[in-house]
């Protein structure tokens, strides 16, 4: 943990340091070695939030972009079930950093427990898997809505460079033809369009996530991807064929969002600039 009480208030781990868990009361002692992040652990029994990790230097700056008021904010069910979140920003909304995996069922309760919820996961164990390929235009644009695209994967370069049909097209030959049901037709490639995509651009791109942490796919939550660099990858699904996508946000517009916005929903779904 990165905070204890020590005389009624909330401190970070020092040398030498004693103080009480600010979520169960019990006595915790600060350790602050030299090869370790400096952080409290309890004195004589495990964390008392059984969703707790091992804290790594992703989760402490990750925590530390957002201010101390927003870190380590515990949370009581009716029930007295008591958990601590990550980050809870001033409107409310929840981000809990992930670094180790996760079953479906302890994903379920969480979202379930915090409603509010957005996940940040890190992707530094499964950047090799993670290939990022073409852009896509904003799915809610008029001109996306002719384009119905091959699915791409590591395998499939051609549709990893952009191979698409059109819906205006499969019309002609069958009129019940719909974008949900189009499996094939006339092949194109994404350098017809190139200008158009470039314009309609939202930071949409195929990709393909070779032995995925399954869990992320299925999550109810939005769920966002650390890159390791100034963006983060959502995942969502593309339009009504189902397509798997990312879109593209940066760090700086999803901390703002998230301190502004009252639904994590919301978060990098209204564009202009900072």
Not at 143 to 169: C, H, P, V, Y
Not at 171 to 195: D, F, M, Q, V
Not at 199 to 225: E, F, M, N, S
Request: with cysteine; hydrophobic share 35%; charged share 25%.
């Amino acid at each position: 943990m990165q905070y204890s009480l020590v005389d009624n208030q909330r401190r970070e781990a020092f040398t030498g340091g004693k103080g009480i868990c600010p979520t169960c009361g019990s006595a915790m002692v600060a350790k602050c070695g030299p090869r370790v992040i400096h952080h409290w652990a309890h004195a004589t029994r495990q964390n008392c939030d059984p969703w707790w990790e091992n804290e790594t230097a992703w989760h402490r700056d990750w925590k530390n972009l957002f201010p101390e008021n927003c870190r380590e904010i515990s949370h009581t069910a009716p029930d007295g079930e008591i958990h601590r979140a990550d980050i809870k920003t001033s409107t409310g909304i929840i981000i809990e950093v992930q670094h180790s995996a996760m079953t479906d069922a302890e994903r379920i309760s969480r979202e379930s427990f915090y409603g509010n919820l957005v996940w940040v996961i890190d992707g530094s164990t499964f950047r090799k898997n993670f290939d990022i390929y073409h852009l896509l235009p904003d799915p809610t644009s008029n001109f996306a809505q002719d384009l119905i695209w091959s699915k791409a994967t590591r395998s499939m370069q051609g549709a990893a460079r952009g191979l698409f049909f059109r819906l205006s097209e499969a019309l002609l030959e069958n009129p019940n033809a719909t974008r949900a049901t189009l499996k094939s037709g006339w092949i194109h490639g994404i350098h017809e369009i190139e200008e158009q995509v470039n314009q309609a651009y939202r930071g949409h791109h195929q990709y393909d996530w070779v032995r995925p942490r399954r869990t992320w796919l299925d999550a109810k939550c939005p769920v966002y991807i650390d890159l390791g660099d100034n963006l983060l990858a959502r995942l969502e699904i593309y339009d009504e064929t189902g397509l798997h996508c990312i879109r593209l946000i940066s760090k700086r517009k999803f901390i703002h969002d998230a301190m502004t916005e009252l639904s994590a929903d919301a978060i990098a779904s209204r564009f202009y600039p900072l």
